[in-house]
């Protein structure tokens, strides 16, 4: 866990990032480190961020890093895609027995006003889901347990070299800077660094899916979605550097925030973490051991609906 940190929304349009990254190492010119690996092949491109940023900014270029990797070791490059294929599959078996539960969960939602028995049903269904998702996420850390037995990534030349690039990089700057991206991108090859565990307990700005990235489980939501399901899936634990938080990024696109039954569908199954709407504006400052919204930052309630966050 860290001791403080700062979440914010899309930086694309209206970015604040400036400020938060001020507010956390004082307004000057001290160096931070950026993470665009989310990006993937667009990993460099960010000459708007450093301009708005205001100091110097060190890109780490972990995507690139990791390429290197790939090209210098294929059998870990193999490992990774075999890794990949395993966790796609489990991602679909989960998907089917969740959207067995939802059903009946939405339905004893929309009776909710009928009577203790359909309470008490919905209660349950509740648990079902929730023993559910706990279930899957205990699955893919089996996966990567034995991944990391098997590989061993930190014995690995080609990982060796980038990691003691890196820990430079890490040891000149004064914040982490985490952008957002391919969310499934970002997470495993920052866990094929351990970059976190190299940062340790330092300052750090997260948006979007570098937000998602932190917390303790990745949660996927659109609730119209151009293909797939509409209900919202854990993909896997996160890093866990912050508690008590559910990231949902573009918000407002991708969750009908106006329908009370389908706000319920993520705030109750996910209580009692803040489900946070990180919309632009958004900001969410962790220290002290809580949550500090700033002001006309979002959340989703448990009865269904969207109010102003609050410590």
């Known amino acids: 866990m860290l001791s403080s940190a700062i979440v914010l929304g899309p930086q694309r349009r209206g970015p604040i990032l400036r400020a938060a990254v001020d507010d956390l190492v004082g307004a000057g010119d001290a160096p931070v480190a950026l993470v665009t690996a989310g990006w993937e092949e667009r990993e460099s491109e960010d000459d708007e961020l450093r301009e708005h940023v205001g100091r110097p900014v060190t890109n780490l270029g972990v995507w690139r890093r990791v390429e290197r990797v790939f090209d210098a070791d294929p059998e870990l490059l193999q490992a990774m895609r075999e890794r990949h294929a395993t966790l796609r599959k489990l991602q679909e078996l989960y998907r089917l027995r969740l959207e067995g539960l939802l059903g009946p969960t939405s339905e004893l939602l929309r009776r909710g006003g009928e009577g203790p028995l359909v309470e008490a049903e919905a209660e349950d269904a509740w648990e079902l889901v929730k023993g559910l998702d706990r279930q899957h996420v205990a699955r893919v850390e089996v996966v990567h347990a034995e991944f990391a037995a098997r ?120 209580a009692p973490a803040m489900c946070a709407l990180l919309d632009y504006g958004a900001r969410f400052d962790w220290r002290d051991g809580r949550w500090h919204p700033r002001a006309q930052s979002q959340r989703l309630t448990e009865d269904g609906r969207v109010e102003e966050a609050v410590a």
């Open 151 to 270: 590989v061993r990534a930190a014995d690995r030349d080609a990982v060796r070299a980038e990691v003691a690039q890196l820990e430079e990089l890490l040891q000149e700057s004064a914040c982490l800077l985490v952008a957002g991206g391919h969310i499934g991108v970002l997470l495993h090859r920052l866990q094929l660094f351990d970059l976190f565990g190299r940062w340790g307990d330092r300052p750090l700005v997260a948006w979007s899916a570098g937000a998602m990235a932190l917390t303790e489980r990745v949660v996927l939501f659109h609730d119209a979605p151009p293909q797939g399901s509409a209900y919202a899936e854990v993909m896997e634990a996160g890093f866990g550097l912050l508690p008590g938080f559910v990231a949902l990024p573009h918000a407002r696109h991708r969750l009908q925030t106006d329908d009370p039954l389908r706000v319920q569908l993520l705030s109750r199954r996910f």
